[in-house]
């Protein structure tokens, strides 16, 4: 009898789960749980809410029109922060699914790691950092929007491995699904953004050291496929980590990236632009916090309550506010 169309509810997901995943997942059953509590979806985990949560979310949507590395490129097959959380999400889930851990909470975490960054990539991060006392995070920000300014009372394995992702923070997130962001949201960067420096002429294959190279073959394909293996080389039960031949290799890729492309002298002008545009549009709504929208409106100084507002513009959006002011 074929029982292709027999419903897969929640309970049976969650038991399989504990069938199919390592002892060492995360098992959604198992869930802290989130900080207002909800009544249990009839069919979906808590992960595959918190994914679905953060697809349909507008923060999750305005990932299209911002900077990767390029700032509003002219052709059509730049990186931009959507299809950069498209990769992540997709090397993380593939990793997840041959360490046998969730692919659902990877998922989530990976989908929502990156909504809180400003306009203009990094550029915009470097000035609300300047700006705010105590720094900006654009992690932290990611926590933030999904906890007050589009509130979607996610998980909290979910909000902490989107909170702990940079390699900036000693601190690892709390669940191996979230060591898997990490590393994916490296790899993922690393490999399309020297694709996309190789599309505008600001790199040759022949610029690359050849150690790297020669350790992960041809950029594209090949190097997502030798950095992936670099994790499942080196992950355990105790962690997950990357073969020290392969992670040297990539943080060699990492220091000739801000080298040659991300911070190069060619692209100071741009990021003065960048700098000029975020610094002059959270010193207008510092000075207007009424005309500020709703939601950005809260017990906060208004310096951070203007910084919240500018930080989740598009690039686009940021440069029509700028010209109309």
């Known amino acids: 009898m074929n029982d292709s169309f027999i419903l897969r509810d929640r309970s049976w997901r969650e038991a399989n789960e504990r069938v199919t995943l390592s002892s060492n997942a995360t098992f959604s059953s198992n869930s802290k749980g989130r900080e207002v509590d909800e009544e ?5 985990t808590a992960f595959e809410r918190d994914r679905d949560r953060i697809i349909h979310s507008k923060a999750f949507r305005r990932l299209k029109h ?18 950069h959380t498209l990769q992540v999400t997709q090397v993380g ?12 909470l990877t998922e989530a975490i990976c989908l929502g790691h990156d909504v809180g960054h400003s306009p203009f990539g990094h550029t915009g991060e470097d000035v609300l950092n300047e700006m705010l006392e105590g720094g ?7 926590v933030k929007i999904f906890k007050q300014i589009e509130p979607l009372n996610l998980t909290l394995e979910t909000l902490n491995g989107i909170n702990f992702h940079p390699w900036k923070y000693e601190e690892p997130p709390e669940t ?51 950095l992936i293996s670099g994790v499942f080389k080196a992950s355990s039960n105790e962690k997950i980590d990357m073969d020290t ?47 500020l929208p709703e939601q950005y409106i809260n017990s906060q100084t208004n310096l951070e309550n203007a910084v919240d507002y500018v930080a989740g513009m598009t690039d686009r959006y940021a440069l029509k506010v700028f010209k109309e002011l």
């Not at 610029?207 to 041809?218: C, E, Y």
């Not at 943080?251 to 000029?276: P, W």
């Open 40 to 44: 249990p979806d009839l069919f979906r």
């Open 245 to 291: 031949e392969i992670l040297e290799c990539m943080n060699e890729l990492r220091a000739f990236m801000f080298d040659k492309v991300y911070l190069r002298e060619e692209t100071n002008e741009e990021r003065i632009k960048a700098k000029e545009v975020v610094q002059k549009l959270v010193s207008h709504f510092e000075k207007n916090p009424d005309i």
């Open 66 to 83: 911002k900077t990767q590395v390029f700032i509003n490129p002219d052709g059509d097959h730049f990186i931009t922060r959507m299809t």
């Open 93 to 104: 889930r593939s990793i997840a699914k041959t360490l046998g851990l969730n692919p659902d």
């Open 176 to 226: 191996p699904e979230g060591m898997v962001c990490r590393f994916s949201d490296r790899i993922a960067y690393l490999t399309h953004d020297v694709e996309d420096a190789i599309r505008a002429s600001v790199l040759k294959v022949d610029d690359i050291p050849k150690k790297i190279t020669n350790t992960l073959g041809s950029p594209g394909k090949q190097w997502i496929n030798n």
């Open 136 to 142: 900006w995070s654009h992690s932290e920000n990611s």
